[in-house]
């Protein structure tokens, strides 16, 4: 069985109101990871994501460009071991 890791990311620019958190999570999904997607007051979008590293490393890739009309201007990133907290992924209000 591969090992599960833990992604967090906040995600800095214009990522409120352009789809990010729903398109963040089609893309997920997509990938068979687990976790969740919030806004931030700042702004910005914090990212949980549990699964394989190979796939959350594409996920991480994806925050980088995100959907068509955010403009990322950087990703803050850190890597633990997963904590088995989430069965799908979701959006958080």
Do not use: K
Request: glycine content about 10%.
């Amino acid at each position: 069985m591969t090992e599960q890791e833990r992604l967090e990311a906040t995600v800095h620019g214009i990522v409120q109101g352009v789809f990010f958190r729903y398109s963040t999570q089609i893309e997920a999904e997509r990938l068979g990871l687990t976790g969740a997607v919030r806004n931030l007051d700042d702004g910005s979008v914090h990212v949980v994501a549990e699964g394989r590293r190979d796939r959350l490393e594409r996920l991480l890739g994806w925050l980088g460009r995100g959907p068509e009309l955010a403009v990322v201007e950087r990703v803050d990133a850190t890597w633990s071991e997963s904590a088995g907290s989430f069965t799908s992924f979701r959006i958080v209000r």
